[in-house]
């Protein structure tokens, strides 16, 4: 169990999704505080394209909590 884990951790793949799981909660955050659904920042472990994805989402989509700012 411990080699298994120790070589998951070690690979490129383990040191992706490991990324993936800690970048959640800023999106988290992100989708938040920009008033959009928070849950929706879950693409983000989608692997190769969530990233991606998450960013698109926060890039091209409106916010409605800087529309009550300004």
Known sequence: MIETLESFAASPDGIAYLFQILAVWPFWRAYSRAGLRP???????????????????????RWPAAADRG
Do not use: E, K, M, N
Request: one cysteine or more; hydrophobic letters at 75%.
């Open 39 to 61: 849950y929706l920042c879950l693409v983000v472990l989608i692997p190769l394209v969530g990233l991606v994805a998450a960013l698109g989402v926060l890039a091209v989509s």
